[in-house]
Every structure is written in structure tokens, then in C-alpha cells.
């Protein structure tokens, strides 16, 4: 009776300060992520004005193909990630990293285009002016930055058991929905600009995820 009454009496000592939370649910960051990609969006648009030539059939192939693209990267790390943040017993998926390397594909094939190009011209310029125009970059790791904090707000209500991919999955999605967002407001749709300087953000929000994020969301 009283191993009964001292195992009641630990049992109540352990539970008397728990509080009921309400339940972190995938959707929950899927809607968060997705607003702030919005938010990011309308700043952009309040900042440097909405490109017109996308309505107006001026955007080129490519730019389209790139956009598609970070899309994919973005919707696929989004939903890896909040995922991640609610672990469970089952097999991992691997579309972040599959479509991180379709992505990969863009610089690539842009530098290939371009060495095709310059060396068909003998007083061509040197690559494409419009790939140095780098602070399109700057401006999608800005827009980026809402995405990663929304990840990170939705990270902490979780419990990601793996910090580091967590990291790595803030990183591509807050990249690439970053660059997805100031991209409606980039007039520049060549192939060296939008397949290259549009696709480093990502690659560089990747690497600060990894570096940055595990030690805003460890336990």
C-alpha cells in the first residue's frame, strides 16, 4: 500500500506543472511559411515594383523554366521541413535534395549557353551584362530572410530531431521561395541573369541554414 501511495505521489510530482498546448500541425507551417512568402512578395512589389513584361508575354522561356524550378525547390523543402519538425517513425524523403540538383541544372546549362554564345562573336561582351547585376541577389536573401524566420517561429513550436537538416531545409526553402518572391519584380530575364545570379541566393541561404539555424531551434 504504501509502494502504491509513493508511486501515486511521484507520478502527480512530475505531472503538476504540465499545461495542455494545442497541436503543432504540418499545415500549420505550410500556412505560415506561405504567408510570409506573401509578405516577402508584396514588400518586393512595394520596393521595386511588379514586372509587367510577366503579363505581357516579355518574360523569356527561361525565365519561366527558373522560376518553375525554385518553385519546386521551395515547396519541396517546405514541406520536408515542417516534417522534420514533427518526428515520427517512417522513411525520410529526398525531393529537397532532388530538386535542389534539378535547380543546379540552371547555372550549369547558363554558363554552357553563354561560353556557346561569346565564342560564336568575335567582339561579343563578356558573358552577359546582365549577370553582374549582382544586388538582385542581396534583395532575395532579404526577401528570404521573412521566409527563414517563419521556419524558424514554426521549427521551435516542434521538435526537429535532426538540427542540421533542419538547417539545410530553412535554408533552401527560405532561398529559393525568397528568390520566387523578388523574382516578379526583376525585369532581367537572360539566361546568364536569371540562371545564375538567381540561383547563388539559394545556394548561399543553404549554407547560412546549416551554420545558423541549429542553434535557434535546439531543444
Not at 508575354?57 to 521551395?74: D, P, R, T
Not at 534583395?139 to 521549427?155: E, K, N
Not at 532561398?175 to 518572391?181: D, I, Q
Request: proline share 5%; aromatic share 8%.
Amino acid at each position: 500500500m504504501t509502494s502504491s501511495n509513493n508511486r501515486e505521489a511521484l507520478i502527480a510530482s512530475l505531472t503538476q506543472d504540465l499545461e495542455p498546448v494545442a497541436r503543432v500541425k504540418p499545415a500549420h507551417g505550410v500556412m505560415l511559411i506561405g504567408f510570409a512568402t506573401l509578405i516577402a512578395a508584396a514588400a518586393s512589389i512595394a520596393g521595386f515594383e511588379f514586372w509587367t513584361g510577366m503579363l505581357t508575354g516579355e518574360a523569356s522561356g527561361f525565365f519561366w523554366i527558373s522560376n518553375g524550378l525554385l518553385l519546386m525547390v521551395g515547396l519541396a523543402s517546405t514541406a520536408a521541413l515542417v516534417s522534420n519538425a514533427l518526428p515520427r517513425v517512417g522513411s525520410r524523403g529526398d525531393a529537397p535534395e532532388w530538386s535542389a540538383l534539378m535547380l543546379g541544372v540552371l547555372p550549369v546549362a547558363a554558363i554552357l549557353t553563354l561560353l556557346s554564345v561569346e565564342s560564336g562573336h568575335e567582339h561579343a561582351g563578356f558573358f552577359d551584362s546582365a549577370l553582374w547585376y549582382w544586388p538582385c541577389a542581396a534583395a532575395s536573401l532579404g526577401a528570404g530572410l521573412l521566409v527563414g524566420i517563419a521556419a524558424v517561429l514554426f521549427l521551435r513550436r516542434g521538435a526537429p530531431v535532426s538540427l542540421e537538416r533542419s538547417g539545410w531545409l530553412t535554408g533552401l526553402a527560405a532561398g529559393a521561395l525568397g528568390t520566387l518572391a523578388y523574382g516578379i519584380t526583376c525585369p532581367l530575364d537572360t539566361i546568364g541573369h536569371v540562371g545564375i545570379t538567381h540561383i547563388v541566393p539559394v545556394a548561399i541561404a543553404a549554407v547560412i541554414g546549416r551554420l545558423v539555424i541549429p542553434s535557434l531551434i535546439r531543444w
